[in-house]
């Protein structure tokens, strides 16, 4: 018997934590993503948050998970609206 590993991918939805609604979504694959690799997928995450966005809780990211064939279940990261924390006066 020989064991063919599949190309897998992740689908990771950015979710705005205030409203409980998708805000951007994205799938992560990419070399070495096949069925029954497991794969830390953290950085695709952070490149790929939407702008003028913030994370929530990066402590609440997936880690190294076990990829699967076939459909899975989103990864649901909150974000929150980005906040200037400039006030008139301060230095850049």
């Known amino acids: 018997v020989t064991y063919t590993a599949q190309a897998a991918s992740q689908k990771v939805i950015y979710i705005a934590a205030a409203r409980a ?5 994205f799938t ?6 096949v069925t029954d690799a497991s794969v830390d997928f953290d950085d695709q995450i952070r ?3 939407p ?3 913030d994370f929530v809780d990066e402590s609440e990211f997936p880690g190294s998970q ?5 459909e899975t279940t989103p990864v ?3 974000v929150k609206t980005h ?3 400039n006030h008139d006066g301060d230095k850049n």
Do not use: H
């Open 66 to 70: 076990k990829l699967t064939a076939g």
């Open 47 to 49: 490149t790929n948050k």
């Open 83 to 85: 906040k200037d924390t």
């Open 51 to 53: 702008e003028n966005y």
């Open 21 to 25: 609604e998708e805000v951007s979504s």
């Open 76 to 78: 649901r990261i909150l």
């Open 28 to 33: 992560a694959n990419g070399e070495g993503y």
